[in-house]
């Protein structure tokens, strides 16, 4: 049941963020973040995922909205997002789970070695793993990309776990 309520309010936020990507200006494309349209929440500081979406638009990254995600040794609400501009080059892809409780994200982070793996277990990454926290969200990075590093680095502090 709980699973079914995670999935909801990710779905929720979702259609929230892309309805609100849909409030360009005049001319924009519907359903099309513009580059002018830029939310910020009240005090800059990344505590969420719609905060995490927030700051990385405040700094001139384009945010595209994805499909849900999950790892099996995640246990937040999983989107994925594709970002762009913003001294990144090209685009990445970036997982950002949001979690409800604060001991829970403190668990499965616990749950990671310094490698970015879990305790438990193995992972082939195809690239190197990057993990970052802020309040209650976790992001993930897959990736060598250093202005993604920098920039992830710059709004949730230095990765707690990855290569």
């Not at 594709?82 to 409800?100: M, P």
Request: glycine share 14%.
């Amino acid at each position: 049941m709980r699973s079914l309520v995670r999935i909801g309010v990710v779905l929720l936020v979702a259609a929230g963020l892309s309805a609100c990507a849909g409030q360009g200006p005049a001319g924009a494309p519907k359903g099309e973040p513009s580059s002018t349209s830029v939310v910020v929440s009240s005090d800059g500081k990344v505590v969420d995922h719609v905060s995490l979406v927030n700051n990385l638009r405040g700094r001139g990254v384009t945010v595209q909205i994805g499909n849900t995600v999950q790892q099996l040794f995640l246990r937040g609400a999983g989107i994925q997002l594709k970002v762009s501009g913003g001294g990144i080059g090209g685009t990445a892809v970036v997982e950002s789970y949001d979690y409800d409780a604060a001991a829970t994200i403190s668990e499965d982070a616990s749950g990671l070695d310094a490698d970015g793996n879990p305790k438990l277990t193995k992972i082939l990454w195809n690239e190197p793993p990057h993990f970052y926290r802020a309040e209650r969200v976790l992001v993930l990075y897959v990736g060598s990309d250093s202005g993604v590093m920098k920039l992830l680095t710059d709004i949730c502090g230095p990765q707690f776990a990855g290569r």
